[in-house]
Protein backbone atom coordinates (compact mmCIF):
# COMPACT_ATOMS: atom_id res chain seq x y z
CA UNK A 1 0.00 0.00 0.00
CA UNK A 2 1.26 3.38 -1.06
CA UNK A 3 1.74 5.79 2.65
CA UNK A 4 0.71 9.57 2.42
CA UNK A 5 4.24 11.01 1.82
CA UNK A 6 4.65 8.49 -1.36
CA UNK A 7 1.21 9.32 -2.46
CA UNK A 8 1.56 13.01 -2.04
CA UNK A 9 4.93 13.26 -4.06
CA UNK A 10 3.87 10.85 -7.07
CA UNK A 11 0.35 12.96 -7.31
CA UNK A 12 2.57 16.46 -7.75
CA UNK A 13 4.78 14.45 -10.04
CA UNK A 14 1.82 13.29 -12.61
CA UNK A 15 0.32 17.03 -12.09
CA UNK A 16 3.22 18.38 -13.09
CA UNK A 17 3.73 16.19 -15.94
CA UNK A 18 0.27 16.99 -16.88
CA UNK A 19 0.84 21.09 -16.71
CA UNK A 20 4.18 20.87 -18.49
CA UNK A 21 2.05 19.00 -21.74
CA UNK A 22 -0.78 21.67 -21.28
CA UNK A 23 1.10 24.64 -21.03
CA UNK A 24 4.79 23.90 -22.89
CA UNK A 25 5.51 25.15 -26.68
CA UNK A 26 8.72 23.85 -26.76
CA UNK A 27 8.66 20.51 -28.63
CA UNK A 28 11.48 19.22 -26.00
CA UNK A 29 10.07 20.40 -22.63
CA UNK A 30 6.81 18.58 -24.03
CA UNK A 31 9.51 15.01 -24.89
CA UNK A 32 10.69 15.81 -21.51
CA UNK A 33 7.06 16.33 -19.56
CA UNK A 34 5.71 13.11 -21.68
CA UNK A 35 8.79 11.18 -20.49
CA UNK A 36 8.32 12.34 -16.36
CA UNK A 37 4.98 11.41 -17.20
CA UNK A 38 5.56 8.06 -18.33
CA UNK A 39 8.65 7.14 -16.08
CA UNK A 40 6.31 8.09 -13.06
CA UNK A 41 3.26 5.72 -14.37
CA UNK A 42 6.36 2.79 -14.92
CA UNK A 43 7.40 3.09 -11.45
CA UNK A 44 4.18 3.35 -9.69
CA UNK A 45 2.99 0.42 -11.47
CA UNK A 46 6.24 -1.64 -11.03
CA UNK A 47 7.09 -0.91 -7.69
CA UNK A 48 3.81 0.84 -5.52
CA UNK A 49 0.56 -1.12 -6.58
CA UNK A 50 -0.95 -4.37 -6.90
CA UNK A 51 -2.97 -3.67 -10.05
CA UNK A 52 -1.46 -1.69 -12.91
CA UNK A 53 -2.88 1.90 -12.86
CA UNK A 54 -3.53 3.35 -16.47
CA UNK A 55 -3.18 7.36 -15.57
CA UNK A 56 -4.75 9.56 -17.90
CA UNK A 57 -2.97 13.04 -19.85
CA UNK A 58 -5.70 15.82 -18.30
CA UNK A 59 -6.63 18.55 -20.17
CA UNK A 60 -6.01 21.67 -18.62
CA UNK A 61 -4.92 22.26 -15.06
CA UNK A 62 -4.65 19.20 -13.09
CA UNK A 63 -7.32 19.47 -10.11
CA UNK A 64 -8.58 17.34 -7.68
CA UNK A 65 -11.59 15.30 -8.87
CA UNK A 66 -15.18 16.01 -6.21
CA UNK A 67 -17.14 13.42 -4.87
CA UNK A 68 -20.31 14.26 -3.42
CA UNK A 69 -23.07 11.78 -0.44
CA UNK A 70 -25.60 11.96 0.46
CA UNK A 71 -26.33 10.57 4.22
CA UNK A 72 -30.34 9.69 4.46
CA UNK A 73 -32.09 9.05 7.36
CA UNK A 74 -35.68 6.94 8.09
CA UNK A 75 -38.07 8.19 10.96
CA UNK A 76 -35.67 5.46 12.96
CA UNK A 77 -32.18 7.45 12.51
CA UNK A 78 -31.34 4.53 10.31
CA UNK A 79 -28.46 5.31 7.80
CA UNK A 80 -29.43 4.99 4.08
CA UNK A 81 -26.34 2.83 2.78
CA UNK A 82 -26.26 1.42 -1.00
CA UNK A 83 -24.04 -1.82 -1.92
CA UNK A 84 -21.88 -1.59 -4.95
CA UNK A 85 -22.90 -4.16 -7.85
CA UNK A 86 -19.01 -5.15 -8.52
CA UNK A 87 -17.29 -5.12 -4.73
CA UNK A 88 -20.03 -5.89 -2.41
CA UNK A 89 -19.17 -3.17 -0.43
CA UNK A 90 -21.63 -0.41 1.09
CA UNK A 91 -21.22 3.50 0.88
CA UNK A 92 -23.09 6.31 1.24
CA UNK A 93 -25.06 7.10 -2.26
CA UNK A 94 -23.07 9.29 -4.33
CA UNK A 95 -20.15 9.33 -6.96
CA UNK A 96 -18.32 11.90 -9.18
CA UNK A 97 -19.67 15.15 -9.53
CA UNK A 98 -20.86 15.37 -13.18
CA UNK A 99 -19.80 18.70 -15.48
CA UNK A 100 -22.62 21.12 -16.21
CA UNK A 101 -24.46 20.44 -12.94
CA UNK A 102 -23.91 21.72 -9.47
CA UNK A 103 -22.82 20.09 -6.81
CA UNK A 104 -26.56 19.99 -4.84
CA UNK A 105 -28.14 18.90 -8.44
CA UNK A 106 -25.10 16.14 -8.85
CA UNK A 107 -25.96 14.34 -5.08
CA UNK A 108 -29.80 14.84 -6.29
CA UNK A 109 -29.30 13.07 -9.25
CA UNK A 110 -27.04 10.16 -7.96
CA UNK A 111 -29.76 9.37 -5.11
CA UNK A 112 -32.27 9.09 -7.24
CA UNK A 113 -30.15 6.78 -9.91
CA UNK A 114 -28.94 4.58 -7.23
CA UNK A 115 -31.47 4.40 -4.72
CA UNK A 116 -35.05 5.51 -6.84
CA UNK A 117 -35.67 8.41 -3.99
CA UNK A 118 -36.43 11.93 -4.26
CA UNK A 119 -34.71 13.90 -1.89
CA UNK A 120 -33.81 17.29 -0.87
CA UNK A 121 -30.80 19.09 0.18
CA UNK A 122 -30.44 20.51 3.94
CA UNK A 123 -27.19 21.25 4.27
CA UNK A 124 -23.56 20.68 3.48
CA UNK A 125 -22.47 18.43 6.53
CA UNK A 126 -19.02 17.80 5.79
CA UNK A 127 -16.09 18.77 2.87
CA UNK A 128 -13.18 15.64 3.20
CA UNK A 129 -9.95 15.62 1.62
CA UNK A 130 -8.78 11.80 0.38
CA UNK A 131 -5.33 12.28 1.15
CA UNK A 132 -6.07 13.14 4.48
CA UNK A 133 -9.28 10.64 5.61
CA UNK A 134 -9.00 7.95 3.02
CA UNK A 135 -5.19 7.54 2.50
CA UNK A 136 -5.89 4.00 0.82
CA UNK A 137 -7.87 5.34 -2.38
CA UNK A 138 -6.22 5.91 -5.49
CA UNK A 139 -3.85 8.13 -6.56
CA UNK A 140 -5.99 10.30 -7.52
CA UNK A 141 -6.94 12.98 -4.96
CA UNK A 142 -10.65 13.45 -3.69
CA UNK A 143 -12.64 16.14 -2.27
CA UNK A 144 -15.58 14.30 -0.64
CA UNK A 145 -18.74 16.58 -0.18
CA UNK A 146 -21.38 15.30 2.51
CA UNK A 147 -24.73 16.23 2.02
CA UNK A 148 -27.66 16.02 4.96
CA UNK A 149 -30.59 15.21 2.64
CA UNK A 150 -34.52 14.15 2.91
CA UNK A 151 -36.54 12.36 1.23
CA UNK A 152 -39.01 13.83 -0.97
CA UNK A 153 -40.78 10.54 -2.56
CA UNK A 154 -40.12 7.53 -4.20
CA UNK A 155 -39.68 4.03 -2.90
CA UNK A 156 -35.96 1.79 -2.54
CA UNK A 157 -34.90 0.62 -5.87
CA UNK A 158 -31.43 -0.84 -6.90
CA UNK A 159 -29.45 0.14 -10.15
CA UNK A 160 -26.75 -0.89 -12.56
CA UNK A 161 -24.32 0.01 -9.75
CA UNK A 162 -25.88 -0.74 -6.54
CA UNK A 163 -27.30 -4.63 -5.95
CA UNK A 164 -28.74 -3.75 -2.56
CA UNK A 165 -30.54 -0.47 -0.83
CA UNK A 166 -31.15 -0.60 2.91
CA UNK A 167 -31.04 1.69 6.01
CA UNK A 168 -28.72 0.54 9.21
CA UNK A 169 -28.57 1.25 12.81
CA UNK A 170 -25.46 3.67 12.92
CA UNK A 171 -24.22 0.72 15.60
CA UNK A 172 -24.66 -1.98 13.14
CA UNK A 173 -22.84 -0.76 10.02
CA UNK A 174 -22.07 -3.51 6.85
CA UNK A 175 -18.85 -3.59 5.30
CA UNK A 176 -18.10 -0.18 4.04
CA UNK A 177 -15.96 0.48 0.69
CA UNK A 178 -13.19 3.29 3.08
CA UNK A 179 -12.09 4.38 -0.39
CA UNK A 180 -15.91 5.66 -0.49
CA UNK A 181 -16.52 6.61 3.38
CA UNK A 182 -15.01 5.13 6.27
CA UNK A 183 -17.15 4.60 9.48
CA UNK A 184 -16.06 7.27 11.17
CA UNK A 185 -16.75 9.73 8.54
CA UNK A 186 -20.05 8.02 8.58
CA UNK A 187 -20.47 8.41 12.80
CA UNK A 188 -19.18 12.24 12.23
CA UNK A 189 -21.77 13.58 9.70
CA UNK A 190 -24.43 11.69 11.46
CA UNK A 191 -23.33 13.78 14.99
CA UNK A 192 -22.85 16.75 13.17
CA UNK A 193 -25.58 16.56 10.21
CA UNK A 194 -27.28 20.33 11.96
CA UNK A 195 -23.94 21.41 13.23
CA UNK A 196 -21.28 23.87 11.45
CA UNK A 197 -19.53 22.11 8.27
CA UNK A 198 -16.56 19.60 8.94
CA UNK A 199 -13.53 21.10 6.96
CA UNK A 200 -10.23 19.50 6.63
Not at 172 to 180: A, F, W
Amino acid sequence: MINVGEKEFFQRLLAISNEGLNYSKDPYDIERYNNLFDITQKFINTHLTQKPINFHKEQGYPTPKIDVRALILDHNDHILLVEDSKTKLWALPGGFAEIGISPVENIIKEVKEETGLNTTVKNLIAVYDTNKSNPENALAQYYKLIYYCKKLSGNLTTSIETSSVAFFDLKRLPVLSTKRNTEQQIIDCFNNKNGKTIIE
